[in-house]
């Protein structure tokens, strides 16, 4: 159990106001932080009163951020949507119907095919600071290919999200209340062993509120917790139900009402927002602003997936929040390690104080602030997830 010095940290986020600059990213200049020999943070504060370690590791002046909390993410598929895309950035608009073209490819791979996708992008993620990740089913929509994809995506994380809901399958577009059966039926029961979490894309196009409600419902009968897609591509009801439902998140949050955005205020519901999503559909951004002056919860994650955001770029994620939808560099970091947290109702990632898990980057930057101000620049130079380096 060898506990590890890092020292010559320029600058620290623990996400701690207490043990730093009193801001909400509690910033320590001039930091030194020791890990213990279990993996996670014994101390964290000016590198003058660092206590011994075993071993010391030199950041050498680089700063030091919590690893990304990516609470969002689609990774258990196969194919792409090149074609989608090159279409869409020619003037066709996006629609909720183009998973289908997904689900095709996911149907036809093999188990090992789509376990090499999600490890490449996963790959793809840790080399730029993610070290905690939510990832769904929903390209299956069939009882077996669901519950493979979760099986799946278990094997690679905890945080794993039961999506049958995603839009209703091709074999029942004619009686989408029969495939709400299926979902809350047969479909939960195999997929509810392997999923912490419950989702459904409350939208037009996909599934209306009466219908999201059954399957939140049921998967929280089971013991799942609920997260809502809500209020993409539209004004609907994906919000209002997710607060009433005490949902861990909305994610999307696009078209929000004045009511919406109180009752995120009001209520334990992270606001997830997904500016991949806008980048690669040109869509209108969130409005991060409206939601953090009301005092909403607000995480930010990737919502990397083959069709609306393919980016598995956390970093990239927040230069899109800083520049287009109105916030500062500060509560976009925040919202990407501590918000991702919160939307995951996780208190062990993070943040970087005393009995946190070691998850951190180390920034080949001055300060956190390079993340937005050096956007597409590869800035993770270090990368450490539960007190071992990976990267």
């Known amino acids: ?10 600058s620290l986020v623990t996400n701690d106001p207490s043990l730093g600059d009193l801001s909400p990213l509690g910033v320590v200049a001039d930091a030194a932080l020791v890990i213990d020999g279990d993996g996670t943070v014994a101390w964290a504060g000016p590198a003058a009163g660092a206590p011994a370690a075993d071993t010391a590791h030199d950041a050498g002046g680089r700063a030091c951020v919590p690893g990304f909390v990516d609470s969002h993410s689609h990774l258990v598929f196969a194919g792409d949507r090149t074609a989608d895309f090159h279409a869409r ?3 066709r ?3 909720a119907g183009g998973i289908r073209t997904t689900v095709a490819a996911t149907r036809a791979a093999s188990d090992e095919e789509l376990e090499a996708n999600l490890t490449r992008y996963l790959g793809e993620a840790l080399r730029q600071g993610t070290t905690t990740f939510e990832t769904k089913s929903g390209y299956g929509l069939t009882v077996e290919d669901e519950a493979r994809a979760l099986r799946i995506a278990a094997r690679h994380t905890d945080e794993v999200t039961f999506l049958g809901a995603h839009v209703v399958s091709p074999e029942h577009t004619d009686d989408p209340a029969a495939y709400v059966d299926l979902v809350t039926g047969p479909m939960l029961d195999a997929c509810a062993p392997h999923a912490r979490w419950v989702d459904v894309f409350c939208e037009k196009g996909a599934f209306d509120a009466d219908q999201a409600r059954a399957v939140l419902t049921a998967g929280m009968g089971r013991g799942l917790v609920p997260r809502v897609h809500a209020n993409q591509l539209s004004y609907g009801p994906g919000v209002q139900l997710a607060v009433e439902l005490g949902a861990a998140s909305a994610d999307h949050c ?3 009402t004045d009511a919406d955005v109180d009752a995120l205020a009001n209520g334990s519901t992270v606001a ?4 991949g999503a806008e980048f690669s559909t040109r869509a209108r951004w969130p409005d991060a602003r409206r939601l953090l002056d009301a005092g909403a919860t607000v995480a930010l994650s990737t919502d990397c997936n083959p069709g609306s955001s393919f980016t598995s770029s956390m970093p990239f994620c927040i230069a899109l929040a800083v520049r287009d939808m109105g916030m500062t560099p500060d509560e976009a970091l925040w919202s990407a390690t501590a918000g991702g ?6 208190t062990d990632v993070g943040r970087l104080a005393p009995g946190a898990r070691a998850d951190l980057v180390l920034l080949d930057a001055p300060s956190h602030v390079h993340l937005a101000y050096r956007p597409g620049v590869p800035l993770a130079r270090e990368v450490w997830r ?3 380096r990976l990267i």
């Open 1 to 10: 159990m060898t506990t590890t010095l890092l020292t010559g940290i320029g």
């Open 89 to 91: 950035m020619s003037g």
């Open 93 to 95: 608009p996006y629609s």
């Open 254 to 256: 696009t078209h929000l």
């Open 272 to 275: 997830t927002l997904l500016p």
């Open 341 to 346: 947290a919160a939307a995951l109702r996780r």
């Open 386 to 388: 539960a007190g071992r």
